[in-house]
């Protein structure tokens, strides 16, 4: 499908932090910077979906298990909130396929000289493949990494995914990141500050 055949298709935009689930044929779309999408699909159940999260540090250890990581924590929390919706809808697990996007270094990190650091995009991206692997659903198409921001648009009606890569990367979309990131760990310190009594 042409991109001018999209004008009289449904449009659906995700913002950090969303992800969006369906039967119909639209057309998902987002902006992509530091942040991951995951398309995910079932094919034989015509059941799609999108997520767009960015975990919530700067850094990681590259020798450090995502798994055990903020990031792993929320990465996962992202990917199963879609992946539970498309069971609710029909979607089989073995038979999910993803496409990923994003991953792009555009946020100024702190001193990273001792190569044993990842910075936000990298850890994106190895979170979204360590995942996939685990999960066993493979990754179809991935356009990940680099230093640049993208569009993305997902057509629930041939699961295709374009990308339209911004050759600048814009101070809108930095600001915007940089502003969910600042949020993301203010959030995250509220919580674990709370005390749950049992």
Known sequence: MRIQNWKNRKRITIYPGEFYVTKEEV?????????VSVCLYDPYNNISGMNHFMLSSK???REMPLSITDAGRYGIHSMELMINEMLKRGAKRDRLKAKAFGGGSVLKTADLSARNY???GEVNVRFTEEFLQNEQIP???????????????FDTGDFNAYVRRMTKTGGNLVKREEQYWKKTIQTQEETETQVDLW
Not at 27 to 35: A, K, N, P
Not at 142 to 149: F, R
Request: proline residues 0%; aromatic residues 6%; hydrophobic residues 40%.
């Open 27 to 35: 057309l998902i779309t987002t902006l992509l910077g530091s942040c």
């Open 59 to 61: 850094h990681y250890s």
């Open 118 to 120: 990842l910075a936000v």
């Open 139 to 153: 990754l179809v198409s991935s356009d990940l990494g680099g230093t640049s921001g993208r569009v993305i648009y």
